[in-house]
């Protein structure tokens, strides 16, 4: 995530935010490209997705982190309220959306210039999002409210990455004989 923070920071900060609600906020790309600047909440902390633009098509609010209230109030202001927040061709706020399939491309070239796997999609961070929640210790149920999904084991199965600290973790906080 690092380099790719690096490598948005430097090529495309719209981008950025893209991959911030994609990983913190969990919300899909397909979602992200039919966002509008009112859905955007900042006094509560939050994106409002309606049921038309959700997979699930139930209306959710998403979370929004310090960081990006403070990156999406710079990025829509002036905007209109019923503008994309990624318009076409320009990664600024407009009236006409931006494809989810440009998030790709982008996405792709990005990946080539950086050297991350093939394996590595906009949607993974997504994933790594929900899988750092459950390790970080938030209760399964939150996350899966949070992802937007139907059931818990869908949520669990995310638990199931591999963790590097798994050993140190069990050492710390695992009972004694």
Same mark, same amino acid.
């Given at each position: 995530?690092?380099?790719?923070?690096?490598?948005?920071?430097?090529?495309?900060?719209?981008?950025?935010?893209?991959?911030?609600?994609?990983?913190?906020?969990?919300?899909?790309?397909?979602?992200?490209?039919?966002?509008?600047?009112?859905?955007?909440?900042?006094?509560?902390?939050?994106?409002? &997705?309606? *049921?038309? %633009?959700?997979?699930?098509?139930?209306?959710?609010? @998403?979370?929004? $982190? !310090?960081?990006?209230?403070?990156?999406?109030?710079?990025?829509?202001?002036?905007?209109?309220?019923?503008?994309?927040?990624?318009?076409?061709?320009?990664?600024?706020?407009?009236?006409?959306?931006?494809?989810?399939?440009?998030?790709?491309?982008?996405?792709?070239?990005?990946?080539?210039?950086?050297?991350?796997?093939?394996?590595?999609?906009?949607?993974?961070?997504?994933?790594?999002?929900?899988?750092?929640? &459950?390790? *970080?210790? %938030?209760?399964?149920?939150?996350?899966?409210?949070? @992802?937007?999904? $139907? !059931?818990?084991?869908?949520?669990?199965?995310?638990?199931?990455?591999?963790?590097?600290?798994?050993?140190?973790?069990?050492?710390?906080?695992?009972?004694?004989?």
């Amino acid at each position: 995530r690092k380099k790719i923070r690096e490598y948005f920071e430097k090529t495309n900060p719209q981008y950025l935010i893209i991959c911030e609600l994609v990983h913190t906020s969990l919300i899909r790309p397909v979602e992200v490209s039919r966002l509008r600047v009112g859905m955007v909440n900042m006094n509560e902390g939050c994106i409002v &997705l309606p *049921a038309t %633009i959700t997979k699930n098509h139930r209306e959710r609010r @998403a979370r929004l $982190s !310090d960081e990006l209230k403070e990156m999406l109030g710079k990025h829509i202001m002036g905007a209109k309220q019923d503008d994309y927040l990624f318009a076409d061709k320009c990664w600024r706020c407009g009236k006409v959306a931006m494809s989810s399939h440009t998030y790709g491309n982008v996405w792709e070239m990005m990946r080539k210039e950086i050297g991350l796997p093939k394996e590595m999609q906009l949607y993974s961070l997504r994933d790594t999002g929900i899988n750092g929640m &459950l390790k *970080a210790g %938030i209760d399964p149920l939150s996350v899966m409210q949070a @992802a937007d999904h $139907s !059931d818990l084991s869908m949520t669990t199965r995310y638990a199931n990455h591999y963790d590097p600290d798994l050993f140190r973790k069990l050492n710390e906080k695992a009972p004694k004989f």
